[in-house]
T-cell receptor, first 113, second 114 residues
Framework: NAGVTQTPKFQVLKTGQSMTLQCAQD?????MYWYRQDPGMGLRLIYY???????DKGEVPNGYNVSRLNKREFSLRLESAAPSQTSVYFC????????????FGAGTRLSVL | AQSVSQHNHHVILSEAASLELGCNYS??????LFWYVQYPGQHLQLLLK??????LVKGIKGFEAEFIKSKFSFNLRKPSVQWSDTAEYFC????????????FGAGTRLFVKA
């Protein structure tokens, strides 16, 4: 049982390049999330998907897009990367949004030069 | 807007010392409260949670937290820390409006000296 799997684990981009971070969960969870973690700021919600077919903005959605491809997969796309997007990105999933424990992936460390 | 404040960003303790990490939130309605922990090199994982009922909740590894509604607080405690408790601790809040978004605090890095 892998839980939440994120790819890639590390990535270096040049300013203006695009990339997609992939996330898949095998727990049959309804809800999925993308966070970024920056020093001194904790985790900030970028986007989330309460259920298959829905996506909503979190605290810091600018510069990102998401796709809930199916119940298992939730991808995060940076269309034109900026140095301010250098961060560690975490995907998480839960059964539902209100009371459920979130299970996190291992994270993707992204550097934008 | 909802917010979560963790007052201590870095804490250094010796083994066997007692621990209390503060967490305060701003939200007027019903909340669900969590503490997550990130051990070095590991995923974030749940330490404990509070939804309703007894305001003193116990979690894994001897941790507990107390919800004080009047103070909008959910402080984490452990009577005697171990070196293996070295980690980053995050308080999180889900309010019952606004799409049930999870708001995390900035985190507290705990270092326990052996």
């Amino acid at each position: 049982n892998a839980g939440v799997t994120q790819t890639p684990k590390f990535q270096v981009l040049k300013t203006g390049q695009s990339m997609t971070l992939q996330c898949a969960q095998d727990m049959n969870h309804n809800s999925m999330y993308w966070y970024r973690q920056d020093p001194g700021m904790g985790l900030r919600l970028i986007y989330y998907s309460a259920s298959e077919g829905t996506t909503d903005k979190g605290e810091v959605p600018n510069g990102y897009n998401v796709s809930r491809l199916n119940k298992r997969e939730f991808s995060l796309r940076l269309e034109s990367a900026a140095p301010s997007q250098t961060s560690v990105y975490f995907c998480a999933s839960s059964e539902g949004v209100a009371k459920n424990i979130q299970y996190f992936g291992a994270g993707t460390r992204l550097s934008v030069l | 807007a909802q917010s979560v404040s963790q007052h201590n960003h870095h804490v250094i303790l010796s083994e066997a010392a007692s621990l209390e990490l503060g967490c305060n939130y701003s939200y007027g309605g019903t909340v669900n409260l969590f503490w997550y922990v990130q051990y070095p090199g590991q995923h974030l994982q749940l330490l404990l949670k509070y939804f309703s009922g007894d305001p003193l909740v116990k979690g894994i590894k001897g941790f507990e937290a107390e919800f004080i509604k009047s103070k909008f607080s959910f402080n984490l405690r452990k009577p005697s820390v171990q070196w293996s408790d070295t980690a980053e601790y995050f308080c999180a809040v889900i309010g019952n409006t606004g799409g049930f978004k999870t708001i995390f605090g900035a985190g507290t890095r705990l270092f326990v000296k052996a």
